[in-house]
């Protein structure tokens, strides 16, 4: 079955280190995105990608990085710059050419501070 | 720019009685619509969607929504809940020019089914 894949499940930073969470999809979709959720806040776009090898800032980009070097790849990096990055992050993909095609999400990844 | 809100935060409801979760959005362009439900420590499933034609759509699980252009509205309905229905719920709202590459959520309703 096609979908989107998330790892890890939960995460957990140490002060000052940078973390990594993977974000694969074989749904052969154009645009990939990265979404925060913050309890009554609802999903906050973080970056997004509509092709390889671009990628765009979203609403709260600071503190975060992203590569878009494969189409089925959007890493996302959450840097030491990040003060607050106890969160729940959603990755999402949807078809570029089909305007109204809504976003498939993955399962997340819960990081948490030590 | 787009926003949505949905003002009801929580809404507790019996088991097999209806329920209504609000959802209002502002746009200067028409828009497409759409609720996800998100189960805890999952990600968000679509539960239905508003493109065009007509204004009630329905969805999974006996889910149903009412587009209203005037009141700009979408609220979505059931008629009778069931337990596995207790989940947050998310009203998004996307413009027919940038479609769904930029989806905008509300806060999210958190409904919770009792016995």
């Given at each position: 079955d096609?979908g989107?894949?998330?790892s890890?499940?939960?995460l957990?930073?140490?002060?000052?280190?940078n973390?990594?969470l993977?974000?694969e999809?074989?749904l052969?979709?154009?645009?990939m995105y990265?979404?925060?959720?913050?309890p009554?806040q609802?999903?906050?776009?973080i970056?997004?990608?509509q092709i390889?090898?671009?990628?765009?800032k979203g609403?709260?980009?600071?503190?975060?990085s992203v590569s878009?070097e494969k189409k089925?790849?959007f890493?996302l990096t959450?840097t030491?710059?990040?003060?607050?990055?106890?969160?729940?992050?959603?990755?999402a993909?949807?078809n570029?050419?089909?305007?109204?095609?809504?976003?498939?999400?993955?399962d997340?990844t819960r990081l948490s501070i030590l | 720019a787009q926003?949505?809100?949905?003002?009801d935060s929580?809404?507790?409801?019996?088991?097999e009685?209806?329920?209504?979760?609000?959802?209002n959005?502002?746009?200067s362009?028409s828009?497409?619509?759409?609720w996800y439900?998100?189960?805890?420590?999952?990600?968000?499933?679509?539960?239905?969607k508003y493109l065009?034609g007509?204004?009630l759509?329905?969805?999974?699980?006996?889910f149903?929504?009412?587009?209203?252009?005037s009141?700009?509205s979408?609220?979505?309905?059931?008629?009778?809940?069931?337990i596995?229905?207790t989940?947050?719920?998310?009203?998004a709202?996307?413009d027919?020019?940038?479609g769904?590459?930029?989806?905008?959520?509300g806060?999210g309703?958190?409904?919770t089914?009792?016995p």
């Open positions: 096609g989107i894949t998330q890890p499940k939960y957990f930073r140490k002060e000052g280190q973390v990594t993977s974000c999809q074989n052969n979709h154009d645009a990265w979404y925060r959720q913050d009554g609802g999903l906050r776009l970056y997004y990608s390889v090898n671009d990628f765009q609403d709260i980009a600071e503190g975060y878009r089925e790849s890493p959450v030491s710059a990040q003060k607050n990055p106890t969160a729940f992050y959603l990755c993909s949807s570029r050419d089909w305007n109204n095609q809504p976003q498939h999400f993955g997340g | 926003s949505v809100t949905q003002l929580q809404v507790p409801v019996f088991e009685a209806p329920v209504e979760l609000r959802c959005y502002s746009s362009v828009v497409y619509l759409f439900v998100q189960y805890p420590n999952q990600g968000l499933q679509l539960l239905l065009s007509s204004t759509v329905k969805g999974i699980n006996g149903e929504a009412e587009f209203n252009k009141q700009t979408f609220h979505l309905r059931k008629p009778s809940v069931h596995s229905d989940a947050e719920y998310f009203c709202v996307s027919m020019r940038t769904a590459n930029n989806l905008f959520f806060t309703t958190r409904l089914v009792i």
